[in-house]
């Protein structure tokens, strides 16, 4: 009889015990995000795939199509092609592009370029079926990017 009380007492309490937690659970904040409905604010410190940066005063970037992000990059995936054009001081960037399937986010060509103009993109929604999918136009890109 009185290890029938026991076990009774004993499922008792871890009811109690485990109520405790679905109560203090449902009245804390919530912290998941009805994704992809709903999405989270990235923070500044995220390196997504490298982007040329749109500065506000001439409305486009500010790459000089020196190469040296090209030359930096460990993993070969950068492409940097540029042209001379008449009036114009300096080559015009023509071509750039990035193999993200090779990228290790290293930072090199961030780091590198002597006007500033790369930067991580918070981009994080890069699922895809094919590699070719992950060959990113960067100056199409850009240009698209109001
Ligand atoms: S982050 Fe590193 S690996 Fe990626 S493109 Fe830049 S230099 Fe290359
Ligand atoms: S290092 Fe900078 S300026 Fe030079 S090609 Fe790369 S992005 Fe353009």
Redesign the pocket.
């Known amino acids: 009889m009185k290890s029938y009380f026991s076990v009774l007492f004993t499922g008792a309490w871890s009811l109690i015990a485990g109520l405790k937690v679905t109560i203090k659970a449902l009245f804390s904040p919530i912290v998941t995000v009805q994704y992809p409905r709903e999405k989270l604010v990235i923070t500044p410190n995220y390196r997504g795939h490298?982007d040329l940066i749109k500065f506000e005063d001439t409305g486009s970037h500010k790459c000089i199509t020196c190469g040296s992000?090209q030359r930096?990059?460990?993993?070969d995936?950068?492409v940097v092609e540029g042209e001379k054009r008449e009036g114009v001081k300096g080559k015009v960037l023509t071509v750039f592009t990035?193999d993200f399937t090779k990228?290790?986010?290293?930072?090199?060509?961030v780091e590198v370029c002597p006007t500033d103009a790369l930067d991580y993109s918070n981009e994080y929604e890069l699922a895809g079926a094919t590699r070719e999918e992950f060959h990113y136009d960067i100056l199409k890109r850009l240009e698209e990017r109001k």
């Open positions: 490298i992000c930096e990059c460990p993993s995936c950068i990035l990228c290790s986010l290293c930072g090199a060509c």
